[in-house]
Structure formats: C-alpha cells, structure tokens
C-alpha cells in the first residue's frame, strides 16, 4: 500500500506527508508493520531499518520485490 492510498484510506487523500510522518515516527513497527507502505510508483522508500531489511522483511512475507 502506498502512502497515498493509506491516506485515502483514512478519508484524508492529502494527508501523505502526515501519513509518512506517522509512519516514520511508528515506535511499535513489529506490531504494527510499517515496512508495508511503499511509493505510489511502487518502488521502496524510506525504513527506518534501511531499504534492505525492507526489502528481506517484504520478500519472506511473501511479496515480490
């Protein structure tokens, strides 16, 4: 899911930086995973964790990236 579609999600479409901001600032990310949102063009953006344990904790969930 992208940062735009979480924000529209929400019913507030352009709230992406706030989304983002929320995001970044998520202090329980094994309970609630934010390394789930990625760029509306689909490509992987910013983890606190850095892109790689990103793209390990995406790919042994199952998703292709």
């Known amino acids: 899911m992208s940062y735009g ?8 479409p352009r709230a992406i930086r706030a989304v983002g901001h929320a995001n970044g ?3 329980i990310s094994v309970v609630l995973p934010c390394h789930r949102l ?14 790689e344990r990103k793209r390990w904790l995406l790919r042994h969930e199952g998703v292709e990236v």
């Open 5 to 12: 579609a979480l924000a529209a999600r929400i019913d507030m």
């Open 25 to 27: 600032s998520n202090p």
């Open 38 to 51: 990625i760029g509306a063009d689909g490509s992987l953006v910013k983890y606190g964790g850095g892109l």
